[in-house]
């Protein structure tokens, strides 16, 4: 949730923000309005106790004729405190409510707008030129029997699938060579649970705008994760932090789920777009002033990653109305498809500011040793999706894949053949 103070400072660079990503300013007044309600009624409450507790001491010092009358104002006087703290705590929810209705302020720079609104900050590469006609990753996975979405289907339902063989080599591969690249660049290497509270998923910002796109197990109130970026969270929920020398990096390598509510229609050949699949995802506990030189950091380690698997890609500034209420500045390197003539998203890295440690209570302590709220980002390292790129663009003439330098230890081969 935003800063309080932020707000009553900048109301109108926050209304600014509400605007870029498309969404109502007037939620700005509103919790200003609630901010105010709230601190009238913690000094009502505050005052009510505190002539409640003087009239204890009177009562201590009265006379056996006073006290009756001084009793029964008492009395009084209590009912209008508990009066009062029923009313402190109803503002409480009510702000609560108000505050984290409100998006992450987005950072000056980003472009204003929606999904299309991106501006592109960089192309690297030549996208491939064929002298044959190119197949789709789809008929590319079922002409190697490496991918198997009709059985993925018949045992699961749409958008599940299989992946066989070098297919499933293919995705450790490329899933152990993100957790390398990782643990080499300081991160600590974590396989976390996939099923959390509802705290934290709340506290993530993943049950506001991303609500619809969550599986929750009602009989346990447990919520599946749709990126390791919710349990890395939640983590330290609660904890003060030692950042004193320097940032703490997880690396989380999970299982991933998404209802992909919405988006029937869109993307259903293949594995673009699926119900299930696996990632690895950098997740970082910083101090604020430290987020945006982070924030580049993960950018180039996912740049690294894409090197790695020698596909053209490009990196783009995500628009505000994209950029999911959480982050307040996001970078995405999108990979050129040739069957789609167009790029797509591969890897995306979010600065989230204090927005998610203030809901989450993760602090740390200054040079001066007083708590203050931490700033966490996130990043794609490889998931299961990168095997579209890969597929798609190392295609040979004969059907077969060539299979990039780096992965080659891994998977065991150098080319995926018929």
Not at 59 to 74: F, H, N, T
Not at 160 to 170: D, E, N, Q, V
Not at 199 to 211: D, W
Not at 342 to 363: D, G, H, P, W
Request: aromatic share 6%.
């Amino acid at each position: 949730m935003i800063d309080l103070r932020f707000l009553r400072e900048n109301p109108e660079a926050v209304r600014a923000s509400q605007r870029t990503r498309g969404e109502d300013p007037a939620l700005v007044d509103a919790l200003l309005e609630a901010d105010a309600a709230r601190r009238a009624a913690v000094a009502t409450a505050d005052n009510l106790r505190a002539e409640h507790k003087a009239m204890g001491k009177v009562i201590g010092k009265a006379s056996k004729e006073e006290r009756p009358a001084l009793l029964a104002a008492a009395t009084d006087m209590s009912a209008k405190v508990k009066e009062a703290e029923l009313a402190e705590g109803a503002a409480d929810a009510e702000l609560d409510a108000a505050q984290r209705a409100i998006s992450n302020v987005v950072q000056d720079g980003a472009p204003a707008g929606g999904e299309d609104d991106y501006v592109v900050l960089e192309t690297v590469g030549t996208p491939p030129v064929f002298d044959f006609e190119p197949k789709d990753h789809l008929e590319l996975g079922e002409s190697l029997h490496i991918i198997d979405m009709e059985r993925g289907a018949k045992v699961s339902g749409s958008r599940f699938y299989f992946l066989t063989g070098y297919g499933a080599l293919l995705q450790m591969g490329l899933l152990q060579l993100a957790a390398q690249k990782a643990v080499a660049n300081g991160f600590t290497m974590m396989i976390p649970p996939v099923l959390v509270r509802p705290e934290i998923m709340a506290g993530t910002g993943f049950l506001g705008q991303h609500s619809a796109e969550v599986y929750h197990l009602e009989e346990d109130d447990l919520y599946l994760v749709g990126t390791s970026e919710v349990p890395l969270a939640g983590y330290h929920s609660g904890e003060i932090l030692d950042l004193s020398a320097g940032p703490k990096r997880y690396a989380g390598w999970s299982s991933c789920f998404r209802r992909e509510a919405g988006s029937y229609g869109k993307d259903t050949r293949g594995i673009i777009r699926v119900h299930q699949f696996d990632k690895v995802e950098m997740f970082v506990y910083t101090t604020p002033d430290q987020a945006d030189a982070e924030h580049q950091r993960l950018l180039a380690w996912e740049r690294e990653m894409l090197a790695a698997i020698e596909v053209p890609y490009r990196v783009i500034d995500v628009a505000g109305g994209d950029l999911g209420s959480s982050a307040a500045r996001k970078f995405d390197c999108e990979a050129w498809v040739p069957t789609q003539q167009t790029y797509r998203e591969l890897t995306s890295t979010s600065n989230c500011t204090t927005f998610q440690a203030r809901r989450l209570s993760v602090r740390y302590r200054d040079e001066n040793g007083k708590p203050q709220v931490a700033a966490t980002l996130n990043g794609t390292l490889a998931t299961t999706r990168w095997i579209v790129a890969i597929l798609e663009n190392h295609q040979q003439a004969d059907g077969s894949v060539r299979v990039p330098a780096a992965l080659v230890p891994f998977v065991g081969t150098e080319v995926l053949k018929p």
